[in-house]
């Protein structure tokens, strides 16, 4: 997503992660894999509580290791607040890639 963040923002799109971890969770996630939140350049929300996450209908639905987590999703979610576009994944890499998002961005424009 980082890489492609220049074609949403030329979608008008602000693009947002939510995390289900507390911040020092999600910083240390992403520095074992050489990064940091400076490294996101869009916004990372910490929703340790899973609040957002139950709202959106993906709390505690996947077991990752041996432990029960939210499951991924993609949202796009209009200026009014209507959900246009929903992908919750059947596994942890079943995520659509930066291309498929923005494919269904040109179908809502239409």
Known sequence: MRNSLAEFHDNNVELLAIDPHES?????????????????KYPLLMDPSLTVSAMYGVAFQMRIHTE???????????KAGVIRYAKRAASFSDRPS??????????LNK
């Open 98 to 107: 930066p291309t498929e998002i923005l494919e269904q961005l040109k179908k």
């Open 68 to 78: 029960w987590s939210n499951r991924p999703a993609t949202f796009v979610i209009d």
């Open 24 to 40: 020092w969770t999600a910083k240390s996630l992403l520095k074992d894999v050489g990064l940091s939140t400076d490294d996101l």
